[in-house]
């Protein structure tokens, strides 16, 4: 896993990147403003054999996909600031 960043979901709808879970849960409710009880249902941190099956798709009718080791690995490479938000269940569109 670059850099020992990982892959939280937070619930339902909403996957994020981070060093730990604590981090970013405050920087997810920093941005939504949801209160703690109302933010997560069941979070997890992505297993890694996972990281190499789950996909993103840059729209519901994309046809190319790319894996969130890949996604990860890439947004590493950008020198994007963690936490972050990383995938989602619905376009913001």
């Known amino acids: 896993m670059p850099y ?6 937070l619930n339902l709808f909403e996957w994020w990147a ?3 879970l604590t981090s970013v849960k405050s920087a997810y409710q920093a941005e939504t403003g949801m209160a703690m009880e109302d933010a ?10 996972a990281m ?5 798709y ?3 009718y994309a046809k190319e996909s790319s894996t ?3 996604e990860l690995t890439r947004m590493v490479a ?3 600031p ?7 269940r619905y376009s913001l569109s």
Request: overall charge negative; hydrophobic content about 30%; glycine content about 4%.
């Open 40 to 49: 997560f249902d069941d979070v997890e941190e992505v297993p890694q054999e």
């Open 4 to 9: 020992n960043v990982k892959i939280f979901r």
């Open 68 to 70: 969130f080791q890949e």
């Open 58 to 60: 840059p729209s519901p």
């Open 78 to 80: 950008e020198d994007r």
């Open 52 to 56: 190499k099956t789950l996909r993103i």
């Open 18 to 20: 981070g060093y730990d």
């Open 82 to 88: 963690f936490p972050c938000v990383f995938a989602g």
